[in-house]
């Protein structure tokens, strides 16, 4: 056999209905699914009978243990020749498995991974998150498929590896965020051969709302310097960035609050005006470029007006978390666990 797919779930039967159905109209008809249930209120196990007829699905429930050991659980009883992790909220196109045939053909990976999109189907929110989440004005465009850094880590959303390999690295961590983010830093750190599939792409749910979303990566602010902590070389100044603009949107804020104030004084008018204009324009500036290049790609003024609180969201959450994991672990010297128990570690 030559692929596993392995998926942890929790609470999420109606997703998982939707990534099997995707599943069974796949091209390459050569793998087995793996559904592991991570102590789920919500089980997916009657989601999964209706598809056992219909695919080589083996179904588990577990106790609770968090995303990675859930994998290495499912890792541990897999046949396949690669390990192809994915999360319970993608929908696979029908050459996705074919995508990566194709690109194993064409050259030898140890490990690999590919990009993601929205679908027509998901909500605006979810199309404006997805949105912020690939941009180039937001990240850099470094999650949206493009060929252009000198390496490549791959996310958990779309993973795929040797089954040896992940048997040699010992799988996952037990991290509960940021865990894949580790185990791709472990497999270069192993001399291990990486690749980007910008083919073997897939149809990314994420978080539905932006509560949901805010905590998302708040969470993996902090999960960069618990990685740092760990490896010290593995911070960059791109994930620096998110902090950065985090604190300049409070000074513009603070910037823009004074103006308020200076503009009911009759003796400081003129300085508020220009207080509030030096913080108002920026902030304005940033919003319509992305506007307007939202509501290109999505065809669609909603969206557009949507991604500007999905691109704020996104740095600024990331940027709370990352200061806040730093004052608790760097300056105040608290370990992974006892600084965020309650986070990552229930």
Known sequence: MKYSIIVPVFNRPDEVDELLESLIHQKKKDFEVIIVEDGSQIPCK?????????????YYNKENSG?????????????????????SDVVLPKGYLQAIDEELDREPADAFGGPDCAHDSFSDTQKAISYSMTSFFTTGGIRGGKKKLDKFYPRSFNMGIR?????QLGGFSKMRFGEDIDFSIRIFKAGKRCRLFPKAWVWHKRRTDFRKFWRQVYNSGIARINLYKKYPDSLKLVHLLPMVFT????LLLLLILLGIIFLCIPSTKNIGCCTLLTGLIPLLLY???????????????????LSIRAAFTQLTGYGC????????????????FSAYNKTFYK
């Open 46 to 58: 009657e989601v999964c009978d209706k598809y056992v007829d219909r695919l080589n699905l083996h």
């Open 67 to 87: 995303p990675g050991q859930s994998r290495n659980y499912g890792a541990e009883r897999a046949e396949g020749e690669y390990l192809l992790i994915l999360d």
């Open 163 to 167: 089954r040896d390999v992940y048997q």
């Open 247 to 250: 604190v300049g949107t409070g």
């Open 287 to 305: 919003s319509t470029v992305i506007c307007i290049d939202s509501t290109r790609q999505n065809n669609s003024l909603k969206i557009g007006i």
């Open 321 to 336: 978390g990352f200061i806040n994991a730093w004052w608790k672990r760097c300056v105040c010297g608290k370990d992974e």
